[in-house]
């Protein structure tokens, strides 16, 4: 059993900042396979960013510089932030974890306007 509770929006500026804390069977975030994937209306889930054994991380295609995640193992959350959103950032961005994904959070609404 896994909970992911995702946090977090669009701060002043337009930068992007989301928390995901998962609880439950999540024993290491790399080895889970925790990221984010991020899904636009009408559009596909896809993936903006996920950790990967035995510690790194791997993007979405597109989302290599703009976007960065990191990680904090012992409170099992994770951070994603992106600077300068533009209205095609526009989508619902959940949590995640496994490989391929098994678990996701409720999935927060990230509207940029033009």
């Known amino acids: 059993q896994v909970a992911l509770v995702e946090s977090g929006g669009v701060q002043s500026g337009g930068s992007l900042r989301l928390a995901c804390k998962a609880s439950?069977?999540?024993?290491?975030?790399?080895?889970?396979?925790m990221g984010w994937y991020r899904q636009a209306p009408g559009e596909e889930r896809e993936l903006v960013a996920e950790?990967?054994?035995?510690?790194?991380?791997r993007f979405g295609d597109g989302y290599r510089g703009r976007f960065t995640v990191s990680a904090d193992n012992y409170n099992k959350e994770i951070l994603l932030r992106a600077n300068s959103l533009k209205p095609e950032d526009t989508a619902v961005y959940y949590c995640?974890?496994?490989?391929?994904?098994?678990?996701w959070g409720q999935g927060i609404q990230i509207t940029v306007s033009p």
């Open positions: 995640k974890a496994g490989t391929p994904p098994q678990y």
């Open positions: 439950g069977d999540i024993f290491d975030i790399y080895s889970a396979g």
């Open positions: 950790f990967t054994t035995p510690r790194a991380s």
